[in-house]
């Protein structure tokens, strides 16, 4: 079995996700420790095999709703850009 450990920015990379969603996933319990990454101190490195892919897709798809309306709107109108120019 190939395996590699990777940086959260390399796991994110190769997952097509954003650095945010990844530590999201971490987060919400998604990604678990052990299986998923390795902590040491502050120093975190993630575990990539054909398992561990398996397992995310499976993960997400429990956490995507059924109902179809994957983006929720939020009712508040968002704020207007900040005016960098004095």
Avoid: C
Wanted: hydrophobic share 35%.
């Amino acid at each position: 079995m190939h395996h590699e450990l990777l940086t959260p920015e390399e796991f994110a990379k190769k997952l097509r996700i954003g650095r945010s969603t990844l530590f999201e996933w971490l987060r919400k319990g998604i990604l678990k420790p052990g299986v998923h990454y390795f902590k040491q101190g502050r120093i975190v490195r993630f575990l990539w095999t054909d398992a561990v892919v398996a397992s995310l897709v499976e993960a997400t798809r429990q956490q995507t709703p059924t109902n179809g309306n994957a983006i929720q709107r939020s009712p508040h109108k968002s704020k207007p850009g900040l005016n960098w120019e004095y």
